[in-house]
């Protein structure tokens, strides 16, 4: 069973700057590599979206954060980041840790990012 553990997350103002790390256990480093990971963040009221998605060395992001946000991986660390830049009021939300495999999907407990204004 993965399990996945987020940090990073907390009170930062408006144009400031945060990293969210992803930790995963109970897979291998060789399945960690080669499935897809991403970060998906959910606000007060609104559905669950997807914020980045990393699968090999191809990323790709949510219009709303191209440009500011970066995804990466440690494959050997079996690790997930998000580099936040820039970040907006309405980036406050709670940040979601996904690893999906080709029948399942696994999730983290969220980190909570709150950007004031």
């Known amino acids: 069973q993965v399990q996945l553990v987020e940090s990073g997350g907390g009170l930062v103002q408006a144009g400031g700057s945060l990293r969210l790390s992803c930790a995963a256990s109970?897979?291998?480093?060789?399945?960690?590599?080669?499935?897809?990971m991403g970060w998906y963040r959910q606000a007060p009221g609104k559905q669950r979206e997807l914020v980045a998605r990393?699968?090999?060395?191809?990323?790709n992001y949510a219009d709303s954060v191209k440009g500011r946000f970066t995804i990466s991986r440690d494959n050997a660390k079996k690790m997930a980041y998000l580099q936040m830049n820039s970040l907006k009021p309405e980036d406050t939300a709670v940040y979601y840790c996904n690893f999906h495999m080709l029948h399942d999907d696994y999730w983290g407990q969220g980190t909570q990012v709150t950007v004031s204004s």
């Open positions: 109970g897979t291998s480093r060789s399945i960690f590599s080669i499935n897809d």
């Open positions: 990393i699968t090999g060395g191809r990323t």
